[in-house]
């Protein structure tokens, strides 16, 4: 297994001097040494990422993607040539990207230890949860810069305190999209997708009906629903619903069905994923003797959305999108 070691500033090549030798002189004439390569503009770039400074000497070439945020930042940047596997996937990338994603290798269906991280001999660890990149994860950020492994976390998903955004809005969202850009070398990418998001959400029209919702995410005991300050949060407000659970400090978080009972949502969010499919969750529902007389469990006012879309990143405009569309088809209640 080869562990690339750490680079850093300002090491460059020496060319040892060459000399010419002829068969019928003694002389010898050294040859100049070789220039240094010109510096990439905007590099080195060091960015505070979720308490960490990250430094990139130049853009990352071979990076490896956990969760769907990071690989679909990738693809929808067109930088899928610099992704050398993808895990953690959190449902199919979308169909928009899916010609970009072919060829990639999955390397985990989970989060992949550090010695299978390593033996890819990545120079970026791009990470959606700030927990695929501990020790009991891809590896520990400190140890993997250490081996030369730079390290990256969606923005959105920190969790220390003061760098986890209080609310989160779609200019965080965008701004991830600008600084991937900056670290990628893809400005021009990153602008021309910042501003067809911009348009696309500029272009809808919220629910106009003040109806509440039920962010049902997993679980079945005890719902793991969306709270009030992240991106579940964030996608209801563009479509006009009421979060229950936006009194909740949190980005996701448990409440209790005889609270989901108590509030009676008008409608029901149901988060698709590989773990957790909308067939199960509805199960749940409907084998709950209390919330099965629920009028949205009732009158089956579902509304469905990949779990890949509901992580904060370049999907959320289309969760939007898809929560309109469904409750154009949903009667009042």
Known sequence: MRHRLLRSFGIVALVGAAFAVTACTADATASEPASEPPATAGYPLTVDNCGTAVTFDRAPERVLAIKSTSTEMMLALGLQDRLIGTAFSDGPVSEEWADRADGIPVIDEKVPGQE???????????????????????????????????????????????????????????????????????????????????????????????????????GSDTPFVGGGIGAPQMIMDAAGLTNIAADIDETWSSMSWETVVDTNPDVIVLVDSAWGSTEKKIGVLEANPATAQLPAVVNRRYLIVPFATTEAGVRNVEAVETLLAQLAEVPSP
């Open 116 to 218: 299978a991280v390593l033996d890819l001999e990545p120079d970026l660890v791009y990470a959606g949860w700030e927990s695929n990149v501990t020790a009991e994860g891809a590896g520990d950020r400190g140890t993997l810069a250490s081996l030369g492994v730079n390290t990256y976390v969606s923005p959105a998903a920190c969790q220390e305190p003061g760098y986890q955004p209080e609310s989160l809005t779609f200019d965080d969202v965008l701004a991830e999209i600008d600084q991937a850009g900056t670290i990628f070398d893809a400005s021009d990418a990153a602008t021309e997708l910042i501003d067809d998001l911009r348009a696309r959400l500029d272009a809808l029209t919220p629910d106009n009906r003040g109806l509440s919702a039920l962010w049902f995410s997993s």
